[in-house]
Nanobody
Framework: QVQLVESGGGLVQAGGSLRLSCAASGGTFSSIGMGWFRQAPGKEREFVATISSRAFSTYYGDFVKGRFTISRDNAKNTVYLQMYGLKPEDTATYYC?????????????????WGQGTQVTVSS
């Protein structure tokens, strides 16, 4: 069983930046793929970014367009999402997720464990 705890959300002005963190426990972090997803009010949850277990592969949602970077520190059992150039439409609850298996994946159905989420609000 893997437990995930996100942090780093908050209120930021448009054009600003935030770094989200997700601390994992209860599993072998270095052997699992990780992802970030987000859900805005009234919308479906969508894929943001994913990283493979050893960080050899990363993929991003189309809307990211180079503004976000996913990374991980396996020594600290933590995955990060660095966000730059934030826009009001990035406002959402951001969720960290872990899957059984080392590969990166944009398919949220392939994720087995989810954090509680951290709120990101971008003001215009």
């Amino acid at each position: 069983q893997v437990q995930l705890v996100e942090s780093g959300g908050g209120l930021v002005q448009a054009g600003g930046s935030l770094r989200l963190s997700c601390a994992a426990s209860g599993g072998t972090f270095s052997s699992i793929g990780m992802g970030w997803f987000r859900q805005a009010p009234g919308k479906e949850r969508e894929f943001v970014a994913t990283i493979s277990s050893r960080a050899f592969s990363t993929y991003y949602g189309d809307f990211v367009k180079g503004r976000f970077t996913i990374s991980r520190d396996n020594a600290k059992n933590t995955v990060y999402l660095q966000m730059y150039g934030l826009k009001p439409e990035d406002t959402a609850t951001y969720y960290c997720a872990a899957r059984r298996g080392p590969s990166a994946s944009s398919n949220q159905r392939e994720y087995n464990y989810w954090g509680q989420g951290t709120q990101v609000t971008v003001s215009s």
